[in-house]
């Protein structure tokens, strides 16, 4: 499994706290994505970066922020706005999105409990 | 935007029985359905995709079938193996200006020894 790299596994958040979750890709793709996993919810978009130095909203980014200095990382910062956030986190990078570079490359995740 | 509706949640089956599960989406210009297994502790990983202009793909044990005029597609594993067990996820990506794929909500499929 390499390719794309999350850390930590695992993270604790207590009241108030932003904590920033970390993803790395070393395939070269201009795509890079962020999710949210929830029992029975499916994987839901937080934001998405089709090049670096521009991000764009998913379905649910409210009390998340991200950024794209480098087409390899694309960090995700949970911040105190957001008021559930316990969940299974998933980044994921495609080579571009173009018809025929669809296919998501995801990370091994981190999973994000409160305090 | 796209909605995507997966069925059923759950599905439990005996080795060596087929297994079905089912999409529907609601965007009549997507054009491309991948379906994603997610094992146990694991990252979610590619295993059939389909686009609009083709009815049916088959790698090995597992199917994928599209009805564009019902907008549903469907997944078809036959003879089922332990190792079958995982979390299944559909997706529908349609066009315009977001070529992000939107998922279903995913299906625990369970196969008994």
């Known amino acids: 499994d390499g390719g794309i790299t999350q850390s930590p596994k695992y993270l604790f958040r207590k009241e108030g706290q932003n904590v920033t979750l970390s993803c790395e890709q070393n395939l070269n793709h201009d795509a890079m994505y962020w999710y949210r996993q929830d029992p029975g919810q499916g994987l839901r978009l937080i934001y998405y970066s089709q090049i670096v130095n521009d991000f764009q909203k998913g379905d649910i980014a409210e009390g998340y922020s991200v950024s794209r200095e480098k087409k390899e990382s694309f960090p995700l910062t949970v911040t105190s706005a957001q008021k559930n956030p316990t969940a299974f986190y998933l980044c994921?990078?495609?080579?571009?999105?173009?018809?025929?570079?669809?296919?998501?490359?995801f990370g091994s995740g981190t999973q994000l409990s409160v305090l | 935007g796209e909605n995507v509706e997966q069925h059923p949640s759950t599905l439990s089956v005996q080795e060596g029985d087929s297994a079905v599960i089912k999409c529907t989406y609601s965007?009549?210009?997507?054009?491309?359905f991948p379906w994603y297994k997610q094992e146990l502790g694991k990252r979610p990983q590619l295993i059939i995709d389909?686009?609009?202009?083709?009815g049916e793909k088959k790698d090995q044990r597992i199917a994928v079938t599209l009805n564009k005029t019902a907008k549903h597609f469907s997944l078809h594993i036959t003879e089922t193996q332990p190792e079958d067990s995982a979390v299944y996820f559909c997706?529908?990506?349609?066009?315009?200006?977001?070529?992000?794929?939107?998922f279903g909500r995913g299906t625990s499929l369970i196969v008994h020894p």
């Open positions: 389909i686009r609009s202009n083709v």
């Open positions: 994921a990078s495609s080579r571009g999105q173009a018809a025929t570079n669809e296919k998501l490359f």
């Open positions: 965007d009549s210009a997507s054009n491309y």
């Open positions: 997706a529908a990506k349609g066009t315009g200006g977001s070529y992000i794929p939107t």
